[in-house]
């Protein structure tokens, strides 16, 4: 696929470790992807009320529930925008952590599966 139709495509990524945020954000643009950020889960919400968004990526905490609570909010504001979720480990999740979420990629696997994941949540 041409850069350019990715281009088109917005990807908000939240996160709280500004070093992987950075980097996230620094690989999905160089796939092609229009790339917005927020440090903050609260942040990451006002910002997804401003702006035209195709999918987010969510990377909180370790057991999810902050995570959890911002995907509601997320979907709640506009169902139909694709929800990423990353996780550590799944064994360690709070109960329902992942409920909201349209995919969950463990960080792991996350330089192979990201981009390949949010391409075909927004059927590209």
């Known amino acids: 696929m041409p850069v350019r139709k990715l281009r088109s495509k917005a990807v908000l990524c939240i996160g ?9 954000c620094a ?27 195709d999918v987010v990526v969510l990377d909180l905490n370790h057991d999810g529930s902050e ?19 990353l996780v550590e480990d799944p064994n360690t999740l709070a109960e329902g952590a992942t409920a909201q979420a349209d995919a969950v990629v463990l960080k792991s696997e996350e330089a192979k599966a990201l981009h390949k994941t949010l391409r075909s949540l927004v059927k590209i």
């Open 16 to 24: 709280n470790d500004l070093v992987n945020l950075n980097l996230r």
């Open 27 to 53: 690989l999905l643009h160089e796939h092609g992807w229009r790339v917005l950020s927020s440090g903050t889960g609260h942040d990451g919400i006002t910002r997804f009320g401003q702006e035209t968004v």
């Open 67 to 85: 995570s959890a609570l911002i995907a509601a909010e997320l979907k709640r504001q506009r169902p139909a925008v694709p929800v990423l979720m």
